[in-house]
C-alpha cells in the first residue's frame, strides 16, 4: 500500500516538475536522442556482423586452417552411417 502511495505522490511531483522546467527537458532529450542512435546503430552493424559470420560459416564458406580435418572427419561418419543403413536393412529383410 505505501509503494502505491509514494509511486503516486512521485508521478505527481514528476508532472510537475515536467510543467515546470520543459524546456530544460527538451534539452535533455534532443542531447540524449543522437546518442542513442548512434549507440543503437553500432549495436545493431555488430549484431549484423556476427550474424553474417556465422551464417557463412554454417554454409561452409568459413574457412580455417582445420577445415580439412572437418572436412574428412564428416566423410568418416558419412561413410559410417551408410554401413549401419546397410546393415540395418540386411537385418530388417
Known amino acids: 500500500m505505501?509503494?502505491?502511495?509514494?509511486?503516486?505522490?512521485?508521478?505527481?511531483?514528476?508532472?510537475?516538475?515536467?510543467?515546470?522546467?520543459?524546456?530544460?527537458?527538451?534539452?535533455?532529450?534532443t542531447g540524449i536522442v543522437p546518442i542513442m542512435l548512434i549507440l543503437g546503430g553500432a549495436l545493431?552493424?555488430?549484431?549484423?556482423?556476427?550474424?553474417?559470420?556465422?551464417?557463412?560459416?554454417?554454409k561452409g564458406c568459413g574457412f580455417s586452417e582445420d577445415s580439412e580435418d572437418k572436412i574428412k572427419g564428416c566423410e568418416e561418419e558419412i561413410t559410417k552411417l551408410k554401413e549401419e543403413i546397410t546393415v540395418l536393412k540386411e537385418d530388417k529383410s
Do not use: M, R
Open 2 to 29: 505505501k509503494a502505491l502511495i509514494y509511486g503516486g505522490i512521485a508521478a505527481v511531483l514528476g508532472i510537475i516538475g515536467l510543467v515546470i522546467w520543459f524546456k530544460p527537458f527538451l534539452n535533455i532529450i
Open 44 to 58: 545493431a552493424l555488430y549484431i549484423g556482423y556476427d550474424e553474417f559470420q556465422s551464417a557463412t560459416e554454417q
